[in-house]
């Protein structure tokens, strides 16, 4: 298995990662986005996502992770990795493992003060995979949100 960045050729396939991701979280019906917007986002004038992929020997893409930067007023710049998809069929080989290494590894080249993500509290293996980098896990913290509808809407 290699792990690299990944480039506007692996858009398709991480697209299809983050629809299987949406289903197995229940939620297949609400991803909206899209290449042409991903590549914007990625690859444009003002980039805000960076990626990683997970191909195996024949270059077929299994597993992704993506992140952008935030900022702390408390802590300064920091790493948000966003997801980490696995495709099914793979998951429990290490692939997880390698695509989180990685991205550990880009917060500490990037100089970031740390690094952050979400997992649903129902999602035990990955709960179980987060407590062996003796991650902490914030009890305190409410998440908000407001939709793009409620932004229109204001």
Known sequence: MNVRTGERKDLPAVLELIRELAIYENAGHEVET???Q???DCFGESP??????AEDTSGKIQGTAIYYYRYSTWKGKRL???????????RGKGI??????????K??????KGMNWQVLDWNEPAIGFYKKYQADFDEEWINCSLSAEQLRDF
């Open 80 to 90: 948000y990795l966003e997801d980490i998809v696995v495709t099914e069929e793979q």
């Open 96 to 105: 997880g493992k390698l695509l989180f290494d990685a991205t550990i590894l």
């Open 34 to 36: 899209d290449t042409e």
């Open 107 to 112: 917060a500490k080249q990037e100089n970031c």
């Open 48 to 53: 805000v996502f960076g990626f990683f992929v």
């Open 38 to 40: 991903m590549e914007k």
